[in-house]
């Protein structure tokens, strides 16, 4: 006989003793279900001793000290049990890093919880009460987030940065800027929750975008809330001005993805006198580059650099573990395709650019079949990688 734990549909676990005989499990006994680990720990407990009764062999499992464990459990209420580990874990680092300096013990508790148990703000106030001891209301935390951006936030961002100097030896030259899109489970649209373009696939919620700006390593330097219907590339600049003073951030490299730097916004940070690292499209660079590009001779490290008309650079590089990825999942993506092929998944609404669907073609106006040479061409830029910069950076 032996214990398992097994989840629920429900979400919560149950704990039963199962046996097993001529190769057969069965399940002996259900013990009792939970959903919180205090409760199916105490549960567990139960089991080993039920396991002891009916196998009796009670002197295995059982002392003196085990029940009087389990009459001190059973005295103890939810608001008596505390979890110590956290706070003084992620308290000394809280501490550490400075925001003990806002005198808000909801902040301090909040912070903590997140990093514990990441869970909404009402499972949130449940595990304060059941494992910290803190009763707190779920109207006050809400009421408590409002001042928080309201009043505290430049205070906690003034915090962070100052951790992320010290941290990086107040080495800020280079930043990293990306945004992504969080959306709400609901229909409704407001001034800031707009339905838009969403990097989670849901078009049909209002979003809202969340733009982030970090130094080497990723540490924090500040963020900015968007409504959810603005051209992500509307806000790069913008933001980088107001980090700028309020940081004291100076003319730092910046480095974004590509769909975030447009023509016009490229031209503005260069106007302003920024530096910016973003990737480049060598598919789309013009016939001459491409040209060149291809007729090289490619091996592992091997880095070109090319000046562009405009005045930038393309910095181009080779990498192995590169190839076999890019091949890898090009083999992936026409496998997937010749199988919806043979399933005759497939019309000709699936003719299109977006992923690997650029390699189907129309046969006769009425078969969709695979263009392999197509296939096979795209294999000549396996393992190649290109930024366009207008530093004067090595390209290595």
């Known amino acids: 006989m032996f214990l398992r734990k097994i989840k629920n549909r429900s979400g919560s676990s149950s704990v039963q003793i199962i046996s097993k005989a001529n190769g057969k499990y069965k399940v002996l006994k259900t013990i009792g279900s939970s959903s919180t680990e205090q409760e199916l720990q105490k549960l567990w407990f139960l089991g080993k001793q039920e396991i002891a009764r009916l196998s009796a062999q009670s002197t295995l499992f059982v002392s003196e000290k085990d029940t009087l464990v389990e009459q001190v459990m059973n005295s103890l209420g939810n608001a008596s049990i505390r979890t110590v580990g956290p706070e ?9 890093i400075g925001f003990q300096v806002i005198e808000q013990e909801m902040f301090r508790h909040l912070v903590i919880s997140r990093l514990v148990f990441p ?6 106030v449940d595990y304060l009460y059941r494992y910290q001891g803190v009763q707190l209301d779920i109207d006050a935390v809400y009421r408590f987030l409002d001042k928080l951006n309201s009043r505290l936030k430049a205070q906690v961002e003034q915090v962070a ?10 080495n800020l030259s280079v930043v990293f800027y990306d945004m992504t899109t969080l959306y709400f489970e609901a229909s409704d649209e407001d001034d800031l929750r707009k339905t838009g373009f969403s990097k989670d696939g849901k078009h049909q919620h209002p979003q809202i975008y969340l ?37 004291n951030l100076g003319k730092p490299i910046v480095i974004a993805d590509a769909g975030l730097l447009s023509t016009g916004n490229l031209a503005e940070l260069t106007q302003r006198n920024y530096q910016y690292i973003i990737g480049a499209r060598l598919k789309s660079e013009s016939k001459i580059i491409k040209q060149k590009i291809l007729s090289t001779s490619w091996e592992e490290g091997h880095v070109m650099n090319i000046k562009k008309d405009d005045g930038t650079k393309l910095v181009v590089a080779f990498s ?27 019309t000709k609404s699936n003719i299109n650019n977006k992923g690997y669907n650029k ?3 129309m046969q006769s106006k009425i078969t969709i079949e695979i263009d392999y040479e197509k296939f096979k061409a795209d294999k000549l830029w396996d393992g190649l990688k290109g930024y366009v910069t207008n530093t004067q950076l090595s390209g290595k």
């Open 119 to 124: 869970l909404s703000k009402l499972k949130t």
């Open 320 to 346: 192995n573990n590169r190839a076999a990825k890019d091949q890898h999942n090009r083999q992936r993506g026409l496998q997937r395709l010749e199988k919806q092929i043979k399933a005759g998944r497939l």
């Open 88 to 96: 003084l874990i992620f308290g000394k680092i809280y501490d550490y």
């Open 211 to 247: 733009g982030l700006l970090v130094g080497l390593g990723g540490y924090a330097i500040g963020y900015e809330i968007y409504e959810g219907s603005i051209y992500e590339g509307y806000t790069l600049i913008p933001f980088l001005e107001k980090a700028a003073a309020k940081f």
């Open 161 to 170: 940065f100052t951790h992320t100097k010290k941290i990086l030896e107040n």
């Open 359 to 361: 390699y189907l073609k």
